[in-house]
């Protein structure tokens, strides 16, 4: 047991730094309920009867397009942690149990993805994306995304893989499974928490990004969602209670997701399956 | 049920040889257990008969079939770990019938074959339970239970009761002498533990830095070791060796005084030798003349009826003599001990027994 001093030391910090993480997204959220000169007269004032005003939310639900703008960017974001998690998985379980000639020298090729920033290859991107006819597709931004969270992916999955007991894929290769069944009815279920960890650090980014979506797909209704909000931000003129309608609709999804992956992080699954 | 053959097995790991030349027959049916000092290369013999290991040399057939190149799947093989290796994310049941479910056997034939290796293992209560709720004997139960749903030709055991406390492993042991009876299995053992060896071993095989010392009954190990190795590891607690020179009349121990033996064929006057006798063939205060040794008390353990004498000798070396009974002795006190001649194990200075 810790002391009960640094126990309330430990959450006193925690809690300092919940409130400084949360004040601007409640700040966010109360502005987009008021009228726009409560927005600028009083900002830190939650909203009161006199200053509620729901026309920012009105506007953002009563625009065709951002509806689309909203599956474009769930579409990517979990076609994005799907194919991370699927490939990061095979990728790690390979370099982590087989060896094979070059093994070594792939795993510190695939660790320098995670120092070199993919946004350094913009330029190439483009062009790649260009040849192959996928500019303003979701699939561009899709591969573009997998590729820049796959090596952090690959390099936290097969710590993960490293620590299951040697035992246990021998067990089942005594039970006669072939490696993918290893792979998928051993590893993958082992894995849970590992997997749930990686696709929340996967979905913010993504979710957030708008460098990719304006160099990739800008126009054609592919943007995403914080694309889409810039549509509301003019050059003489910007919709406040309209952004701030938006950015409070846009944490919904990102939340619903990790809330579902958080309740794979929390349950220890490896416990009981040796000594 | 098949035989298992081994003929000049090798192993290694990079430039390390673990396992030298090893020639072991498991017959159809019989229980061997493989003894040895940690790092000998049990797991690995093991481990190379299950398809866990490549082997760098030698012939391994199961039943008659080669199976070096064979998958572990394809060898008829079950293996049951130290650290039970159970599927954490199954239950017991689905622990069970895993292996099957991925040889296409129908669901009806799983959960009949299951719930029979339940019932020989009394595991029915427990059977949708997962591996974290149960306790480490109902673990390794588990783990017997999946190596025996599936029917295999030869059981492989590694170390499989080390992680059990005392009184549960006593248990268990009795268990596995059981199940070996009735299943009529080919099995071959691990283990560190003396009494396991010599209560479940048909044979029990020596090993010793990658070589097997010698194999046989348990007691033709006990009564007859073949070398100063088997005679040191075998027997608890170890047999005493005190070094001496052949003489015309039997063994001369320097100061420890000579002893007439009636030396065997292969004894040559004026060569070193080394006498072994097990504590419980040495009696404290006994009356065999010829074979009497003077001593000093060290240490008296008494537990209960028997108990062991610590023996500083003459020389210098350190004896320990079996007691029965209360024998009046504390640390200090000066006897002798006698040793029984029917008993008395000679080494030549190879370290091979002469007699
Ligand atoms: N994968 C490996 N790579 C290199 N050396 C190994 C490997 N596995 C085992 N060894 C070595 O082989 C030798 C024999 O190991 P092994 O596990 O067979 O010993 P053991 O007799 O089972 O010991 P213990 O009683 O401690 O389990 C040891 O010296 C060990 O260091
Ligand atoms: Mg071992």
Not at chain 1, 28 to 51: D, G, Q, Y
Not at chain 1, 210 to 227: D, E, S
Not at chain 1, 234 to 243: E, F, K, L, M, S
Not at chain 2, 15 to 28: C, H, M, N, R, S
Request: net charge positive.
């Amino acid at each position: 047991m810790r002391k009960p001093a640094s126990a309330f030391a430990v959450h006193a910090i925690l809690g300092l730094y919940t409130l400084l993480a949360i004040f601007p997204i409640v700040l966010v959220i109360m502005n987009s309920f008021k009228a726009k000169r409560a927005i600028f007269n009083t900002p830190l004032r939650p909203p009161l009867p006199e200053t509620f005003d729901p026309i920012g939310y009105s506007r953002v639900f009563g625009d065709s397009s951002l509806p689309f703008y909203y599956l474009n960017s769930i579409t990517v974001t979990v076609g994005t942690i799907f194919l991370t998690l699927l490939t990061g998985a095979m990728a790690a379980w390979a370099l982590s149990e087989y060896k094979f000639r070059w093994n070594t020298l792939l795993a510190l090729y695939l660790s320098i993805g995670i120092m070199v920033p993919i946004r350094l290859g913009s330029v190439a991107i483009i062009q790649l994306v260009a040849e192959m006819n996928l500019i303003n597709t979701l699939t561009a931004l899709v591969l573009v995304y997998t590729a820049q969270n796959l090596p952090l992916a690959v390099f936290i999955l097969s710590e993960f893989i490293a620590q299951i007991p040697r035992d246990l894929r021998e067990a089942a290769r005594c039970d006669g499974l072939s490696e993918y069944n290893i792979f998928l009815h051993i590893i993958l279920p082992l894995i849970r928490p590992a997997m749930a960890t990686v696709a929340v650090f996967t979905m913010i980014p993504v979710w957030n990004d708008l460098w990719f979506p304006l160099l990739l797909a800008p126009t054609g209704g592919k943007q995403t969602i914080t694309l889409g909000v810039q549509q509301f931000l003019g050059q003489y003129i910007t919709d406040w209670n309209a952004v701030l309608a938006a950015l409070s609709t846009a944490i919904v999804p990102v939340l619903v997701l990790y809330v579902i992956f958080s309740r794979q992080l929390i349950r220890g699954l490896t416990s009981g399956a040796v000594k | 049920m098949a035989e298992v053959r081994i003929e000049k097995l090798r192993k290694s790991f990079g430039a390390v040889e673990v396992l030298k030349d090893i020639d072991l027959t498991v017959e159809d049916g019989a229980f061997v257990v493989l003894v040895g000092p940690s790092g000998c290369g049990k797991s690995t013999l093991l481990r190379s008969i299950a398809g866990l290991e490549p082997v760098s040399d030698g012939i391994i057939t199961i039943g008659g079939r080669k199976v070096n190149d064979l998958a572990p799947a394809q060898r008829e093989i079950a293996m049951v770990f130290q650290s039970y290796a159970l599927y954490p994310h199954m239950d017991v049941a689905a622990n069970m019938g895993f292996g099957l479910r991925f040889a296409g056997t129908p669901k009806a034939e799983i959960a009949a074959r299951v719930a029979e290796a339940a019932r020989i293992l009394q595991l029915e209560p427990l059977l949708k339970r997962r591996p974290r709720e149960l306790s480490g004997g109902q673990r390794q139960r588990v783990a017997i239970g999946r190596a025996i749903v599936r029917k295999p030709q030869v059981f492989l055991f590694d170390e499989p009761l080390s992680n059990l406390d005392a009184a549960l492993r006593i248990n268990t042991r009795v268990e596995i002498a059981k199940l070996h009876k009735l299943l009529a299995a080919t099995i071959v053992y691990v283990t560190h533990d003396q009494v396991e060896a010599m209560t479940l071993a048909d044979k029990i095989v020596v090993m010793n830095q990658g070589r097997v010392e010698q194999q046989g009954k348990p007691l033709e190990l006990y009564y007859r070791p073949a070398n100063l190795f088997v005679a040191g590891f075998i027997g608890s607690p170890a047999m005493n060796f005190l070094p001496g020179k052949v003489t015309p009349g039997g063994v001369d121990l320097g100061a420890d005084g000579a002893l007439a033996l009636p030396l065997p064929a292969g004894a040559v006057p004026g060569s070193a030798v080394t006498l072994g006798v097990r504590p419980e063939h040495m009696r404290i205060a006994g009356t065999a003349d010829g074979l009497r040794i003077d001593a000093t008390v060290e240490l008296v353990e008494r537990l209960g009826e028997m108990g062991y004498v610590h023996l500083r000798l003459p020389s210098g070396a350190v004896a320990i003599a079996e007691i029965r009974g209360d024998v009046g002795l504390g640390t200090g006190d000066r006897t002798s001990v006698a040793l029984d001649p029917a008993h008395l194990h000679l080494f030549g200075a190879d370290g091979h027994r002469i007699a």
